[in-house]
């Protein structure tokens, strides 16, 4: 099993940027596919970015494609998503999601593991 810690939201401006991280711990993380989730007041979650067991490439949802940069350090057991020209609508609480696999994944269903959650406010 695998146990997953987000960190690093907060509260900017529009314009601004943040750095969220998701530490891993219980088994190794280098084993398992990676997705970053949002979910705004009063909207369902959804899917923002996927990162693969394989080689570590990444596939974003549009509305953040060019914003915002995911990666994976397995040697540090972590995952980080870097977002930059934030926007009110980014507003959410971001939750970092793993499983076995070496492909993409885009379903919340398909993940196992999920972190708590980080709170991230954006003010216009």
Same mark, same amino acid.
């Given at each position: 099993?695998?146990?997953?810690?987000?960190?690093?939201?907060?509260? *900017?401006?529009?314009?601004?940027?943040?750095?969220?991280?998701?530490?891993?711990?219980?088994?190794?993380?280098?084993?398992?596919?990676?997705?970053?989730?949002?979910?705004?007041?009063?909207?369902?979650?959804?899917?923002?970015?996927?990162?693969?067991?394989?080689?570590?490439?990444?596939?974003?949802?549009?509305?953040?494609?060019?914003?915002? *940069?995911?990666?994976?350090?397995?040697?540090?057991?972590? *995952?980080?998503?870097?977002?930059?020209?934030?926007?009110?609508?980014?507003?959410?609480?971001?939750?970092?999601?793993?499983?076995?696999?070496?492909?993409?994944?885009?379903?919340?269903?398909?993940?196992?593991?999920?972190?708590?959650?980080?709170? *991230?406010?954006?003010?216009?």
């Amino acid at each position: 099993q695998v146990q997953l810690v987000e960190s690093g939201g907060g509260l *900017v401006q529009a314009g601004g940027s943040l750095r969220l991280s998701c530490a891993a711990s219980g088994r190794t993380f280098s084993n398992y596919a990676a997705g970053w989730f949002r979910q705004a007041p009063g909207k369902e979650r959804e899917f923002v970015a996927a990162i693969t067991w394989s080689d570590g490439t990444v596939y974003y949802a549009e509305s953040v494609k060019g914003r915002f *940069v995911a990666s994976r350090d397995n040697a540090k057991n972590t *995952v980080n998503l870097q977002m930059n020209s934030l926007k009110p609508v980014d507003t959410a609480v971001y939750y970092c999601a793993a499983r076995i696999g070496g492909g993409y994944y885009f379903r919340q269903d398909e993940y196992d593991y999920w972190g708590q959650g980080t709170q *991230v406010t954006v003010s216009s």
